[in-house]
């Protein structure tokens, strides 16, 4: 069920950064993890990033790893993705996503074993 709300994506150049938000007004137990997945033209949907919020741990993609920053305002209900030195290949839309369980103990790397997830951000990075 679609219930987070993500904002800041946009058009940039390679080299520049973006901070995207996403807003979870769902109950607070169904936030232990948060991440951000992406899926670019013609590609499928594919990870980025999941942060735990008891255990505080983050899991990267090797591709957006040293560029890319999870970070989460508990209190706010929401999580950002600092992007950094974007690359053309960082072009897709960007969607977060939240579930009950805590990081370590599902597939947390895999879209469907999400509970609640966003209509995405489009990210543009031109040349």
């Known amino acids: 069920q679609v219930q987070l709300v993500e904002s800041g994506g946009g058009l940039v150049q390679a080299g520049d950064s973006l901070r995207l938000s996403c807003a979870a007004p769902v109950p607070f137990f169904s936030t232990e993890t948060m991440a951000w997945f992406r899926q670019g033209p013609g590609k499928e949907r594919e990870f980025v990033v999941a942060?735990?919020?008891?255990?505080?741990?983050?899991y990267y993609a090797d591709s957006v790893k040293g560029r890319f920053t999870i970070s989460r305002d508990n209190a706010r209900s929401t999580v950002y993705l600092q992007m950094n030195s974007l690359k053309l290949e960082d072009t897709a839309v960007y969607y977060c996503?939240?579930?009950?369980?805590?990081?370590?103990?599902?597939?947390?790397?895999?879209?469907?074993?999400?509970?609640?997830w966003g209509q995405g951000t489009q990210v543009t990075v031109s040349s």
């Open positions: 942060m735990g919020r008891t255990s505080g741990l983050t």
């Open positions: 996503a939240a579930s009950k369980f805590r990081l370590n103990t599902f597939r947390y790397n895999s879209w469907s074993e999400y509970d609640y």
